[in-house]
């Protein structure tokens, strides 16, 4: 059980176009996903916090006007890079939050894999 | 802020040999620990969570300890094999049971 998919795997596109990147819990309702960056060798950078009917709360330093997030239903939210550059290149990762009690487990997506060229 | 520190440096050991992997926190103790494996080019895998009041916690060959004098957790895997090569990551709730901060991750390297 728990399991989150995301696609696509891997997406090469040109500066200046927009990438959408969906992210579904496949057997549990998340009313909370998140959005992680992680560049080579680094940890994962908590990008935003998304709501299943509400807007995502953004971290610090993170554009929300370029880093579109939308939480349409329990088990889909989608994040869309726009008007992406080559410095956007890294490896996107979702996670959906599974509940148990007070205590969250956090599921993880298999990531997304950007270049922008 | 809250912050988890693994040792950055890979971990090298040989087959069959007990790996133990260190995760050190600061301010006050958080609610419970989470232990992820993540392979590259892979998202993490959820492995175990151990609770504030729980010391030790095993899944299999996997053991995890919570101290919160030393404000560290150990994690262990007994009997390593080279599939067990991987980066293991400790993540800490920001503040209560909230959103999850993570550790940089510990690279491990069984060897056969």
């Known amino acids: 059980g728990a399991v989150v998919s995301q696609h696509p795997s891997w997406v090469i596109c040109k500066s200046g176009t927009s990438v959408k990147i969906e992210c579904r819990s496949l057997?549990?309702?998340?009313?909370?996903m998140f959005w992680y960056r992680q560049f080579p060798k680094q940890s994962l950078m908590l990008m935003a916090t998304?709501?299943?009917?509400?807007?995502?709360?953004?971290e610090q330093g993170v554009e929300k006007d370029k880093f579109l997030i939308n939480h349409a239903s329990l088990t889909l939210s989608t994040l869309t890079v726009t008007s992406a550059h080559p410095e956007d290149s890294s490896f996107y990762i979702c996670?959906?939050?599974?509940?148990?009690?007070?205590?969250?487990?956090?599921?993880f997506g298999p990531g997304t894999r950007l270049t922008v060229t | 802020s809250q912050k988890i520190e693994q040792n950055s440096e890979a971990l090298n050991i040989q087959e069959g040999k007990t790996a133990t992997l260190t995760c050190n926190y600061t301010?006050?103790?958080?609610?419970?620990l989470q232990w992820y494996r993540q392979d590259p080019g892979r998202g993490p895998v959820f492995l175990l969570l151990?609770?504030?009041?729980?010391k030790e916690k095993r899944k299999e060959r996997l053991k995890v300890t919570f101290d919160t004098t030393l404000k560290q957790s150990l994690f262990h895997i007994t009997a390593s094999q080279p599939a067990d090569s991987a980066t293991y990551l400790c993540?800490?709730?920001?503040?209560?049971?909230?959103?999850?901060?993570f550790g940089k991750g510990t690279m491990l390297l069984v060897s056969p």
């Open positions: 996670s959906a939050r599974y509940e148990a009690g007070k205590l969250y487990e956090q599921y």
């Open positions: 057997d549990f309702q998340a009313t909370t």
């Open positions: 998304s709501n299943e009917g509400s807007k995502a709360t953004y």
């Open positions: 301010n006050y103790s958080p609610a419970y």
């Open positions: 151990i609770r504030e009041n729980e």
């Open positions: 993540a800490r709730p920001y503040s209560g049971y909230s959103t999850l901060t």
